[in-house]
């Protein structure tokens, strides 16, 4: 069974930096492109960042420049780097990965668990 473990929330001052974490475990044939969502209290899920298998990087407008998205692909991990957060950053953060368990099965977005990041100011 796949598992996306995400690590690294926490609390934070306004202007500091958290680095998240994602882990993909069990079996499973490749990842494609993973991502981190969040979801601040009475606000729907977005999209804040996301990286292809190849690298390739996208960010929401409200993150672009203080949040870098980064991935292993030999230990299959997935890191978020916020830098100068502010109180608008506080959400839970949700690491995504798109996964086939075969090489003939079909994609499957998978969804961690969250992990609380809260700045104060």
């Known amino acids: 069974q796949v598992q996306l473990v995400e690590s690294g929330g926490g609390l934070v001052q306004a202007g500091g930096s958290l680095r998240l974490s994602c882990a993909a475990s069990g079996s499973f044939f490749s990842i494609n492109a993973m991502g981190w969502y969040r979801q601040a209290p009475g606000k729907q899920r977005e999209l804040v960042a996301t990286?292809?298998?190849?690298?390739?990087?996208d960010y929401a407008d409200s993150v672009k420049g203080r949040f870098t998205i980064s991935r292993d692909n030999a230990k299959n991990t997935g890191d978020l780097q916020m830098n100068n957060l502010n109180p608008e950053d506080t959400a839970v953060y949700y690491c995504?990965?798109?996964?086939?368990?075969?090489?003939?099965?079909?994609?499957?977005?998978?969804w961690g668990q969250g992990t609380q990041v809260t700045v104060s100011s």
């Open positions: 995504t990965a798109s996964i086939r368990n075969s090489g003939r099965a079909s994609w499957r977005v998978y």
């Open positions: 990286i292809t298998n190849v690298g390739t990087t």
